[in-house]
């Protein structure tokens, strides 16, 4: 019979994709202090998204500042699909992790989310907003900056690569990759996510593998939070369109009384400002559900930059 050190032994690679962040450093940082059983290796890749290898000399400096592995990826072409793809590629552990490079983990993220893997193809974990003085109350009370998972029918169908360990088996047996065609857009890690659940994988959750987001004053405000529930509905609507027919029918109808109702019930919760602002973006997300339906493309959110 194997022991049960042997049984246990664990390799991950934790990708960070990164594009002109200097908060890089603290997510590689947050890394590699993680406090892991001894049963776990570790190795951080990240990979530069830049038309330069921008990145390279904040890797140097973590490199000289730690003693676990720090791989680095040139994979230019301002197109988060192409980052993430190459991270799929340069990883030759069983176990991936993704991270923001504007995010950094709490020192037990990565060792909650080993422990949740059993029986999972993927595991994710919540990302916790963290809002600076002088943020609205609105936004505070909506937390529309924080990534958790929503189930759908007692089920997780989809998930974000913000916090994420995947098992690269599933994914090299089963051909996934992330969409090009939505690197500018975002939403390709909710396509992936959902292709995997598709075919078969099992996708789950862990509440206590956090991680963090300081969100910058320029997210802070109504313009930008409503292009990003308009982009999700828009992403949603491509992913019924694309792998889910029944779903995407029914989105052809249901939108406009989705709309109307989240209408309604803002216009019902003027009172509460904070409640009526979150039906509002509902709302929106709906709204860019029926412009996908009706033909408008996807909002190219990192177009630039």
């Known amino acids: 019979m194997m022991p049960r050190e042997a049984e246990d032994e664990i390799a991950v690679?934790?990708?960070?994709?990164?594009?002109?962040?200097?908060?890089?450093?603290?997510a590689v940082q947050s890394v590699a202090t993680q406090v892991l059983p001894p049963h776990v290796s570790l190795r951080i890749l990240v990979i530069d998204n830049d038309a330069t290898p921008s990145a390279l000399p904040l890797v140097e400096t973590c490199r000289a500042e730690t003693s676990v592995p720090i791989g680095y990826r040139h994979a230019p072409g301002r197109n988060i699909s192409v980052a993430r793809n190459a991270a799929l590629e340069d990883?030759?552990?069983p176990w991936i992790a993704f991270l923001d490079d504007d995010e950094y983990a709490a020192p037990n993220w990565l060792g909650a989310l080993i422990a949740a893997r059993r029986g999972a193809n993927a595991v994710f974990?919540?990302?916790e907003a963290i809002y600076r003085d002088g943020t609205p109350a609105w936004i505070r009370a909506g937390d529309y900056h924080s990534n958790r998972i929503a189930l759908r029918k007692g089920r997780i169908d989809t998930g974000y690569t913000s916090n994420v360990l995947i098992d690269m088996g599933f994914v090299r047996s089963q051909g996934l990759r992330f969409d090009l065609a939505?690197?500018?857009?975002?939403?390709?890690?909710?396509m992936f996510f959902h292709r995997m659940y598709?075919?078969?994988?099992?996708?789950?959750y862990a509440n206590d593998a956090i991680v963090y987001e300081d969100v910058v004053p320029s997210r802070i405000n109504l313009v930008w939070i409503a292009r990003r529930r308009l982009r999700a509905g828009q992403v949603y609507a491509k992913m019924f369109h694309d792998l889910d027919g029944p779903a995407y029918r029914r989105a052809t109808w249901t939108s406009l009384f989705k709309i109307a109702a989240c209408a309604a019930m803002s216009a019902a919760s003027a009172?509460?400002?904070s409640r009526a602002m979150?039906?509002?973006?509902?709302?929106?997300?709906?709204?860019g559900m029926l412009s996908y339906v009706i033909g408008l493309g996807i909002h190219q959110e990192y177009a630039s930059g």
């Open 13 to 26: 690679t934790v990708c960070i994709c990164t594009f002109r962040r200097p908060s890089l450093l603290i």
């Open 91 to 93: 990883a030759s552990t």
């Open 125 to 127: 974990g919540p990302c």
């Open 182 to 190: 939505l690197g500018r857009t975002g939403g390709e890690d909710t």
């Open 198 to 204: 598709r075919k078969g994988g099992m996708l789950t």
């Open 271 to 273: 009172y509460q400002p």
């Open 278 to 287: 979150w039906w509002l973006m509902r709302g929106t997300f709906h709204i």
